[in-house]
């Protein structure tokens, strides 16, 4: 019989999926029939050629990398440090609305004449030092009477963003009484290696 | 930037560290022991990461979906079964992930299954010129090959040659029949054997 042994028959005989018997046929054809022993050898290079695949070094922080992420990912909201400042910013901004509306208001026009009047140092001011803390208390008044100009919406702005700040600071804090300290542990430790 | 060392003490005493099985490990982790999963982290970043390298085609983005597929695995964990193998698992987990992320890519983008594969710096174990520029050819050789396949030949291809796991291990980890584990092995092999003989490697 001069049949060549099947493309199946090859690569099972690769895969070591043959029954010893069968395992032998191939061993004895391949020893004298040409064709088939270089199909095989083809066959077993391209298997040598794919695991020729190159493989890359990841970088050293890729572990702490993912560490961190479990442990962003396990903080609930209201403990994470965004929340923390976002909570700061509120307060800041809503409270600095306030203190400006509740300062008393004058005409900007007004406010560039005291303005003037005292960066050119009217030799008035020199006699009587009074005029000078009223030309400046002036100037400030002048400054927020300008501001007060944008709206009514300041008041209840600033009041909204001061509540809301106070009630997240408030949500912060008393998760960081409820439960054990976690996310300001340090990332890793440095161990040394046994 | 300092590189975080974790090292993961079996016992308190001093003395060399145990190997301890991925199967214990990830049982360690599922109780709330972080360390325990970084050692696993550490065990099989490499392996993830390049294999999803050659799904993706790309190093950064490789990177990026790893980093998403260990946090999955460690919220997954509750679902893992300690007396199961880790390793299927994990690689069940991962190829999933990176399917996602292709059949998105491919909604957004359109991009064809093949990917171009940006050229990185391997590692060398190689010593002499000859060798290092014959391995450097089938090392092209080799990633051609495998990037034009469909990306599920592609995950039995590398699993196969990279990680050196079973036909049957693979099945398990793919989740797909024993049968088009070897088929796809199959058509690896002769398309393989094909570009080498294209490219007159073959004596």
Redesign the interface.
Known sequence: MSTHLS?EIL?AY??G?LAWEARQRVREHVRTCGVCRRRLE??R???Y???????????????????Q??RT?STPPWRQRSFVWAAHGLVLVGGLLLALAVAESVPFSALAEQGFSLLTLDPTFLIDPLLLLDAMAGVFAHAVDGLMQVGETVVPLGMGLLALGSFLEMVHWLSTMASEPSSKEP???????? | ?L?????Y?VAAA????ERVSDEELARRSRQGN?DA??VL??RY??SV??LV??LVGD?QTA?DL??DI??HV??SLDRYDPERPFKPWLYRVATNLVYDHLRRQQRRYRILDTVEVTP????EHLTNPEELAL?GD??R???E??AALPPHYRAV??L???EDMS?REIAAALDIPLGTV?TH??R???L??AE??AKG??P
């Open positions: 493309e690569h690769l895969d999926d083809d066959l290079r391209a298997e050629a794919l695991r020729q695949i190159p493989t890359f070094t990841v970088p050293a922080n890729f572990t702490a990398q993912v560490m992420r479990i990912a990332l890793t430790e440095v161990r040394p290696w046994a | 930037m590189s975080h060392v974790l090292s003490p001093k003395g060399p560290v972080n999963y970084a982290v550490e970043q490499r990461v390049n390298y050659r190093w990177l790893s980093q260990f946090l460690y919220q990185e710096v391997a590692d391995q089938i090392r050789a080799v990633e090959v495998i291809v590398v196969r040659y990279l036909y070897k092995i199959h690896a092999r002769e393989m054997r080498l003989a490697w073959m």
